[in-house]
């Protein structure tokens, strides 16, 4: 097999590759900060002659020229698996942006049995002299999206870091049907989370609950960040990391080695993560670093999976809680803000994990309209979707301190929840769960 022959004969500009869609076709944009950009320009120049053709993509860094040059989605339809920046404005506000709720662990089963893919477009190395081209920092559904596209477009760019895989981390030439020569582009960087004290009082209850050993996952936002800040400055040892995102918090840990998966269960000694996203230091930080290990989302998300790392110790934001002890961390009534990501999967196999522990942080009060409204609420506003149910939810954590519901019946529930909430709204949520049913006389008010 002649492989630099087999490449050039794959070769093409990206205006011959956009040339290659049709009106009505779903198109693969890949995740997150590798976003094909040689390839989008050259599809938007095409939007006049192209109708109904749907995009997907996710947590993506930044507005796509298809998006510019259609922003009412005439002729481009943005479908989006999580959502954040740019894109929960967009969908807020657009007729041509939607949000696709997604248990994301069964994000590759999506593209095998129901997610049609007509075209594929992969952003990857370089191809290196066996013939491969590696994914870098997004594993994630990559490979479960290439077998179910009928066409698939690789786009390479020199600058993304090489990294091992556990699984799924590679595509050969021969399975490629056309390359872009993408060249040696910055990759868009994640900037640091800034948190505030408030994000690191919630953090300062979490802290002292973390054992040694303990392999974490962090979610998106300042509170775990914050907790990871805190962590590379504790006396932490011997953590691990097991987390569909890997962010510049683990890097930052690692360096001050509290990290060294030597308690792992499985995976020992290395960082799996399915997607990560951070500034140029983290990418250089994870090019042919044996420690990090990228997977499929079907094996780091996945709950069994979880449950056999001991102390597996979740972190993730909720946008609001409920005196049932539901969840939401993707909307607000119909405004959609974020999406469920892996919090379910992870929840499930934190609780089963010998040693495990999940925790939902958020603030209990945002500024609203007309001045501070709690986030601690009797229920849900109308149409707003539920990311955890009462029985998955487990330990709450506010500035206020934390609500452990396992096990508890409603009225424990409603106290627990109430003491965390906001002291300006306490009184009003006793009387809420008075109405509700699930307020005792003899609680103290």
Not at 10 to 29: C, F, N, P, Q, R
Not at 65 to 87: A, L, N, R, T
Not at 272 to 301: C, K, R, W
Not at 392 to 414: C, D, F, M, P, Q
Request: glycine residues 8%.
């Amino acid at each position: 097999m002649d492989i630099q022959k087999m490449y050039e004969e794959k070769l093409i500009s990206a205006e011959v590759a956009a040339s290659k869609i049709k009106s009505g076709d779903t198109i693969d944009y890949g995740w997150a900060a590798l976003q094909p950009d040689l390839f989008d320009e050259a599809l938007a120049k095409r939007v006049q002659e192209l109708e109904g053709v749907i995009i997907r993509h996710g947590v993506s860094t930044k507005v796509p020229k298809v998006v510019e040059v259609d922003p009412q989605g005439d002729h481009f339809i943005w479908s989006s698996w999580h959502s954040g920046g740019w894109e929960r404005k967009y969908i807020n506000t657009s007729p041509g942006g939607f949000y696709a709720p997604i248990r994301y662990s069964e994000l590759p089963q999506y593209y095998l049995k129901e997610v049609p893919v007509d075209v594929v477009v992969v952003n990857a190395t370089p191809m290196d002299k066996h013939g491969y081209f590696n994914f870098g920092i997004i594993n994630s559904h990559q490979q479960a999206a290439i077998d179910s596209a009928k066409l698939v477009i690789v786009e390479t760019n020199a600058a993304i870091p090489y990294v091992n895989g556990r699984d799924e981390a590679d595509i050969h030439i021969r399975d490629v049907d056309f390359v872009i020569d993408g060249g040696n582009r910055p990759l868009t960087e994640f900037p640091p989370v800034k948190y505030g004290e408030l994000d690191a009082k919630v953090a300062g209850f979490i802290l002292p609950r973390i054992r040694d050993g303990a392999t974490l996952q962090l979610g998106i936002g300042g509170m775990p960040s914050a907790v990871g800040s805190m962590i590379a400055d504790s006396d932490l040892k011997d953590l691990g990391v097991h987390s569909e995102m890997y962010v510049d918090a683990f890097m930052e840990m690692a360096k001050k080695g509290r990290i060294t998966g030597k308690k792992k269960t499985i995976d020992r000694g290395r960082q799996v993560f399915a997607f990560a996203g951070g500034t140029q230091e983290l990418y250089d930080y994870m090019d042919h670093n044996p420690e990090i290990l990228s997977a499929s989302v079907s094996y780091v998300n996945s709950e069994a999976v979880c449950a056999e790392i001991d102390n597996f110790t979740c972190i993730n934001n909720a946008l609001s809680v409920d005196l049932w002890g539901q969840a939401s961390s993707e909307s607000v009534g119909t405004r959609h803000i974020s999406g469920a990501g892996g919090q379910l999967d992870f929840a499930l196999g934190a609780y089963k994990s010998k040693g495990g522990q999940m925790f939902l942080c958020l603030a209990s009060t945002y500024e609203g309209k007309d001045g501070k409204v709690s986030n601690i609420v009797p229920g849900f506003a109308k149409e707003t979707p539920i990311t955890l149910p009462r029985h998955i939810t487990s330990n709450v954590v506010t500035e206020y301190g934390i609500a452990s519901l396992k096990g508890k019946n409603t009225w424990e529930r409603a106290e627990a929840l109430i003491n965390i909430a906001h002291p300006d709204f306490r009184d009003e949520l006793i009387k809420d769960a008075e109405r509700m049913n699930i307020w005792r006389n003899s609680n103290k008010r």
